[in-house]
């Protein structure tokens, strides 16, 4: 299984604690831990860790992201999405690379290939 | 020039007279001497303040405890001072922040004019460049033994509600927490509070168990919650506190302002003298 540190490098900017619940816009400049609840949307350039409890009902836009927990949104993701056991995500998902490990879940639709499009995306604003 | 403002408060008469005397000498010694004006019931700080300022001088210089520095922060009122900070205190904070933790090392930092802009936040009318802490953290820990852990655990769990940088809203039941714009126990290879990256840091203590209490007391101790699993972290320029009412925000345990109420970051930074072994 991979781990985030040794997958993306840099220092976690934002940590969503376990017991934690988000409701809004989450924006962050560096790469975002998430072990809560979020509620809305998700968005930052770096990379995003979604822990095996964590509960997210959001769309998604970011660098890489490693999911082991549960996704209710669309994800545009300009670089790598992996998918974890035992991670549960509904959605569609529009990625560069991607992998799934055994047991996890993936209902939706993927988009591969559009890589610029996706990172202009996740890098405006 | 640089104006000296010396706070005998919460010191003994005869060791203020040996500080100060101490301190005419090295200020002899470096060639750094300038007016010097002592606190007094009907020449209070702001009166200070605004003294420095009507004679033009561009070096304010706080010698007493941490709430002397606060003070002079406090009544800068935008003026444009280069500060400077001369502990009277062994025990202070915002001495081993800035790295001039005695007379002699605040003087030579002084004397050497190593100056910083860092950021300057805001709570309230209160300017601050340390932290804020609430709930367990506001109790000032310096040991945590058993009887403590048992103390801590019993302290009622806090309802947190608040608003992060007008985007989003964060709710849990916490122990306490930090609001850090720098803080004593940093160094300048991390990313949490540093007084330079425009941004507060803001982390909280979930509800933990006596024995996970107890194995991560150093980092609670020193206020180095990112250290502990589950901590939430947060970088902000601006925080609400909104819930639970009337839950105190504290300086060093003292009671800066109470919920509701809003810390920010500033547009503006402060030039500050700063010594070799600050922790950014």
């Keep these: 299984m991979e781990n985030f540190e040794t997958s993306f490098g840099s220092v976690t900017e934002t940590v969503v604690g376990p017991s934690v619940k988000i409701q809004g816009d989450l924006n962050s400049e560096g790469n975002i831990r998430i072990q809560g609840h979020v509620h809305g949307n998700v968005k930052t350039s770096e990379s995003v860790f979604i822990e095996e409890t964590a509960k997210i009902t959001a769309d998604i836009q970011a660098g890489n ?3 082991a927990g549960e996704i209710t949104g669309n994800m545009k993701v300009a670089g790598k999405m992996i998918m974890q056991s035992p991670s549960h995500i509904t959605g569609n998902l529009e990625c560069g690379i991607l992998q799934v490990e055994d047991g996890a879940v993936f209902n939706g639709e993927v988009s591969m290939g559009n890589q610029k499009k996706v990172q202009a995306e996740v890098e405006e604003e | 020039m640089h104006f000296y403002i010396l706070d005998p408060t919460n010191l003994p008469a005869e060791r203020f ?47 007493g405890n941490d709430d002397t520095f606060n003070m002079v922060l406090a009544n800068l009122k935008g003026r444009d001072f280069t500060l400077a900070y001369i502990p009277f ?4 904070a915002l001495a081993r922040i800035l790295g001039t933790k005695d007379v002699t090392t605040a003087v030579k930092s002084l004397a050497a004019r190593r100056i910083e802009n860092i950021d ?7 300017f601050f460049i340390s932290y804020l802490e609430f709930g367990v953290l506001s109790r000032n820990i310096k040991s945590i033994n058993l009887w403590n852990v048992f103390k801590l655990v019993s302290e009622p769990k806090i309802s947190l509600s608040a608003r992060v940088d007008d985007s989003y809203t964060i709710n849990l039941e916490c122990m306490g927490g930090l609001v850090i714009n720098s803080r004593s126990s940093s160094s300048s290879k991390e990313s949490v509070a540093n007084p330079t990256d425009k941004h507060l840091d803001f982390l909280i203590l979930e509800n933990l168990s006596k024995m996970f209490l107890f194995q991560h007391k150093e980092s609670i101790i020193s206020g180095r919650l990112e250290e502990i699993p589950g901590t939430t972290v947060i970088k902000c320029k601006k925080l609400e506190f909104l819930k639970p009412a009337g839950q105190a925000l504290t300086m060093l345990g003292r009671v800066i302002s109470k919920f509701p109420a809003t ?14 072994d600050r922790t950014f």
């Design chain 1, 65 to 67: 992201v490693i999911c």
């Design chain 2, 263 to 276: 810390v920010e970051i500033q547009q503006r930074s402060l030039k500050i003298v700063v010594g070799k």
């Design chain 2, 120 to 126: 300057l936040a805001r709570i309230d009318k209160t």
């Design chain 2, 17 to 63: 007279e040996q500080l100060q005397v101490q301190l005419s000498g090295l200020l002899a010694e470096f060639n750094i001497a300038g007016e010097m004006v002592r606190v007094a019931p009907l020449r209070r700080i702001p009166d200070l303040v605004d003294l420095a300022s009507q004679r033009g001088v561009r070096t304010l210089v706080a010698c």
């Design chain 2, 89 to 92: 205190d062994p025990d202070s």
